[in-house]
């Protein structure tokens, strides 16, 4: 069981207005969650300062068209088995696929293979998101 600590926290009137605003919008019920979440964000970030493991989603939009890039970006994956846990593939029209990848590993192993598959011509945008593997952040 968690126990709950409460804390005050000072801020200046208008910055209190405005993260009011942007977590009534995000669906936040209370400023206690949102700054759970910030909290946990921040350590996630402080985590790969020390390259801890990792867990993210890579998503790309890529040309249908161009030859042999579903075969490359398919290659790449299988010399990183170790690291890619799933992929789904769509066809978002005649053009263009998106493709997300759940990826895992230390921060700098993942962050290097999300480079070069986004890197690799065809590929029109990329991105990569991650969160800890909650090992550091038990009872956030």
């Given at each position: 069981?968690?126990?709950?600590?409460?804390?005050?926290?000072?801020?200046?009137?208008?910055?209190?207005?405005r993260?009011?605003?942007?977590i009534?919008?995000k669906g936040?019920?209370?400023?206690?969650e949102?700054?759970?979440?910030?909290?946990?964000?921040y350590?996630?970030?402080r985590?790969?300062?020390k390259?801890?493991?990792v867990?993210?989603?890579?998503?790309?939009?890529?040309?249908h068209?161009?030859?042999?890039?579903?075969?490359?970006?398919?290659?790449?994956?299988?010399?990183?088995?170790?690291?890619?846990?799933?992929?789904?593939?769509?066809?978002?029209?005649?053009?263009?696929?998106?493709?997300?990848?759940?990826?895992?590993?230390?921060?700098?192993?993942i962050?290097?293979?999300?480079?070069?598959i986004?890197?690799?011509?065809g590929?029109?945008?990329?991105?990569l998101?991650?969160?800890?593997?909650?090992?550091n952040l038990?009872?956030?």
């Amino acid at each position: 069981m968690t126990i709950l600590k409460r804390f005050g926290v000072s801020l200046p009137g208008d910055l209190l207005a405005r993260f009011d605003n942007e977590i009534e919008q995000k669906g936040y019920q209370n400023r206690s969650e949102a700054l759970r979440d910030l909290i946990r964000d921040y350590l996630v970030k402080r985590d790969l300062d020390k390259n801890e493991e990792v867990v993210g989603v890579l998503n790309l939009v890529y040309g249908h068209h161009v030859p042999n890039l579903s075969a490359k970006l398919n290659d790449i994956q299988h010399d990183h088995y170790h690291n890619i846990l799933s992929n789904v593939h769509i066809h978002l029209d005649h053009h263009n696929c998106l493709e997300v990848i759940i990826i895992k590993g230390r921060y700098s192993e993942i962050k290097q293979l999300s480079d070069r598959i986004i890197g690799t011509r065809g590929v029109k945008h990329g991105e990569l998101s991650f969160n800890s593997t909650g090992k550091n952040l038990s009872g956030v």
